[in-house]
T-cell receptor, first 114, second 113 residues
């Protein structure tokens, strides 16, 4: 999987939007951009994924740059429950012959201030 | 829908002892993964099963780690003998199939003294 780069930590205030950046300058044309998050003392959970177009779901939005070399996860109104480590991961469904273990980096530790 | 179950939640052993972890995936999920997460790092894949066959075990330290998924449902991960550097959280995840969303269990925290 191609490498991603994320800030080590970010801080935001409760009920404000949060923009979590991810750089993936070596992304290939078939890599999907996935986001998972890990709340304290829990396993990771899926947040959202996309290929080229921006995506929205009940948890977040994903904005993908036109050249696909970067993306931003947007939490529209952060709550204290959104405090977690957020991981940006590239996955290519056309590689690996079915081997699709997630390659996690260190992620971004999001701190939410009340 | 029940999530991925893991047991035990915590385990403390001395180095050179053996330990086993158990995982029960979400019903109907054909793909099962074991990850190791060392403190301060992201999870690292150890092994991936598709039904009861191994798809990827390239990062599994096979001299001391073993895993099986009999009957394509539950799975066990064993470490024998344990080393200090095996102290970590061991996460089990499952998915409907490859390249689908992965659902993670709460993990087993192993401390090797």
């Amino acid at each position: 999987d191609a490498k991603t780069t994320q800030p080590n930590s970010m801080e935001s205030n409760e009920e404000e939007p949060v923009h979590l950046p991810c750089n993936h300058s070596t992304i290939s044309g078939t890599d999907y951009i996935h986001w998972y998050r890990q709340l304290p003392s829990q396993g990771p959970e899926y947040v959202i994924h996309g290929l080229t177009s921006n995506v929205n779901n009940r948890m977040a939005s994903l904005a993908i740059a036109e050249d696909r070399k970067s993306s931003t996860l947007i939490l529209h109104r952060a709550t204290l429950r959104d405090a977690a480590v957020y991981y940006c991961i590239l996955r290519d469904p056309n590689s690996g012959g079915g081997a699709d273990g997630l390659t996690f980096g260190k992620g971004t530790h999001l701190i939410i201030q009340p | 829908e029940a999530g991925v179950a893991q047991s035990p939640r915590y385990k403390i052993i001395e180095k050179r002892q053996s330990v086993a972890f158990w995982c029960n995936p979400i019903s109907g999920h054909a793909t099962l993964y074991w990850y190791q997460q060392i403190l301060g790092q992201g999870p690292k894949l150890l092994i991936q099963f598709q039904n009861n066959g191994v798809v990827d075990d390239s990062q599994l330290p096979k001299d001391r780690f073993s895993a099986e998924r009999l009957k394509g449902v539950d799975s066990t991960l064993k470490i024998q003998p344990a080393k200090l550097e095996d102290s970590a959280v061991y996460l089990c995840a499952s998915s409907l199939g490859p390249y689908n969303e992965q659902f993670f269990g709460p993990g087993t925290r192993l401390t090797v003294l």
